[in-house]
């Protein structure tokens, strides 16, 4: 989760831009979720809205170059868009009223939200080293996997290395589920 739209920005507000990018090899769709919170994981947020961008060229994770952008209108609409640098193809969203009240969090939950953030503020730091480095070693795993599949390691082992690398990446995959990180692999 990146911060869009930091804390106490006025409304109307300028647009924000991010580069956001596939998961998985050949994915062709992303959902991109829009929520209100102070915390570091979305799951401890409140989720106001989402935007779904079909139609991503196939190519490797990590690849593809999807820029969105975000702002609130002086309505407090929240205009969304996703562009894919490749095709030039773009979506657009307008998630209504996000300012008006009801829909957002109130004057009073927005400050015990404010608190919980800084009441998690260790445990969320925490988190975030953990996945950094589940998805460090979830891309090392892969390349190990990926080099021993091609035959980059030689000798007699070189069989019972690439069956040892796909076990310890399926391993390693169950054991990041606990952590909420998806993998960026695919099973071949």
């Not at 409304?11 to 956001?20: A, G, L, Q, V, W």
């Not at 390693?172 to 998806?182: A, D, I, T, V, Y």
């Amino acid at each position: 989760m990146s911060v869009q739209i930091p804390k106490n920005t006025t409304i109307p507000t300028k647009k924000f831009e991010r580069i956001c990018t596939t998961a998985l090899d050949n994915q062709d769709d992303m959902v991109i979720s829009f929520y209100q919170g102070e915390r570091k994981r979305a799951s401890d947020n409140k989720l106001i809205g989402t935007l779904g961008f079909k139609g991503i060229p196939p190519a490797p994770k990590g690849v593809a170059r999807i820029t969105v952008r975000v702002d609130v209108d002086a309505k407090g609409n929240l205009n969304v868009s996703a562009e894919d640098k490749s095709t030039g193809r773009k979506v657009t969203k307008i998630i209504p009223g996000v300012g008006v009240k009801g829909k957002l969090l109130s004057a009073v939950e927005v400050e015990k939200m404010a608190g919980q953030g800084e009441k998690h503020k260790a445990e969320d730091e925490e988190h975030s080293k953990k996945v950094k480095a589940m998805k460090a070693m979830n891309d090392y795993m892969i390349v190990v996997r990926e080099n021993a599949a091609a035959g980059a390691y030689s000798g007699k082992a070189h069989g019972e290395f690439k069956d040892v690398a796909g076990t310890m990446l399926d391993e390693f995959k169950e054991k990041s589920k606990e952590f909420g990180l998806r993998s960026g692999d695919k099973k071949r």
